[in-house]
């Protein structure tokens, strides 16, 4: 199976700043097929990002995908206090689906 | 509206055995692949099982091939995820979740079921 790393575990920011948060692959992710997804506190997840790069419906433009191969980000250009929350990969492309261990981004 | 609701978790002991509902609405379940995603408490995210409703293919992860098996009954628009042989490890969150039916990433969650398997 594909394994998905996240670095960093944790980071720690402040509203208005940017940050971009990585997922590398321990293979290939087949045509870019990746997802990101937020999820607070005792919520479900919500999807951000599929396709490496296309942002899911409602979701806001600071939010931006990119990536090929075994390397992909996920940015957030200024930071809303609703976005501070854990990020998960998931790559789609082989099954089994898996998913990224997180980063929690804290202010 | 989009609605996934889960239902039927709760506290079990080693060995037996629970069935978790998800009940679909607001949108036209045929179209759709479902998937059952687990989160271990304080842990990340593990895709479990999927069902296309179109084809009937189904899948699972080698931790729960063999002890669960994923269902669904298209007149009540509900997937079922039956769980045997239940250990400690499987406690978790348990969530459905929905695919386009082409590509697994997921575009709608519920809100999850608690499993606790212990003695």
């Given at each position: 199976?594909?394994?998905l790393?996240?670095?960093?575990?944790t980071?720690?920011?402040?509203?208005?700043?940017?940050?971009?948060l990585?997922c590398?692959a321990s293979?290939t992710?087949?045509?870019?097929?990746l997802?990101?997804?937020?999820?607070?506190?005792?919520?479900?997840p919500?999807?951000?990002?599929?396709?490496?790069l296309?942002?899911?419906?409602d979701?806001?433009?600071r939010f931006?995908?990119?990536?090929?191969?075994t390397d992909?980000t996920?940015?957030?250009?200024r930071?809303?206090?609703?976005?501070?929350?854990i990020?998960y990969?998931?790559?789609?492309?082989?099954?089994?689906?898996t998913?990224?261990?997180?980063?929690?981004?804290?202010i | 509206e989009?609605?996934?609701?889960?239902?039927?978790?709760?506290?079990?002991?080693?060995?037996?055995?629970?069935?978790?509902?998800c009940?679909?609405?607001?949108?036209?379940?045929?179209?759709h692949?479902?998937?059952?995603?687990?989160?271990?408490?304080?842990?990340g995210?593990?895709?479990?099982?999927?069902?296309?409703?179109?084809?009937r293919n189904?899948?699972?992860?080698?931790?729960v091939?063999?002890?669960f098996?994923?269902?669904?009954?298209n007149?009540?628009?509900?997937?079922?995820?039956?769980?045997?042989?239940?250990?400690?490890?499987?406690t978790?969150?348990y969530?459905?979740?929905?695919?386009?039916?082409?590509?697994?990433f997921?575009?709608?969650?519920?809100?999850?079921t608690l499993v606790?398997?212990?003695?």
């Amino acid at each position: 199976e594909i394994v998905l790393t996240q670095s960093p575990g944790t980071l720690s920011l402040s509203p208005g700043e940017g940050v971009t948060l990585s997922c590398r692959a321990s293979q290939t992710v087949r045509t870019g097929y990746l997802a990101w997804y937020q999820q607070k506190r005792g919520q479900a997840p919500r999807l951000l990002i599929h396709g490496s790069l296309s942002r899911a419906t409602d979701v806001p433009d600071r939010f931006s995908g990119s990536g090929s191969g075994t390397d992909f980000t996920l940015t957030i250009s200024r930071l809303e206090p609703e976005d501070f929350a854990i990020y998960y990969c998931q790559q789609y492309g082989t099954s089994p689906w898996t998913f990224g261990q997180g980063t929690k981004v804290e202010i | 509206e989009v609605r996934l609701v889960e239902s039927g978790g709760g506290l079990v002991k080693p060995g037996e055995s629970l069935r978790l509902s998800c009940a679909a609405s607001g949108f036209s379940f045929i179209s759709h692949r479902y998937n059952w995603v687990r989160q271990a408490p304080g842990k990340g995210l593990e895709w479990l099982s999927s069902i296309h409703i179109a084809s009937r293919n189904i899948d699972y992860a080698d931790s729960v091939k063999g002890r669960f098996t994923i269902s669904t009954d298209n007149a009540k628009n509900s997937i079922y995820l039956q769980m045997n042989s239940l250990r400690a490890e499987d406690t978790a969150v348990y969530y459905c979740a929905r695919d386009n039916g082409i590509w697994s990433f997921f575009d709608s969650w519920g809100q999850g079921t608690l499993v606790t398997v212990s003695s």
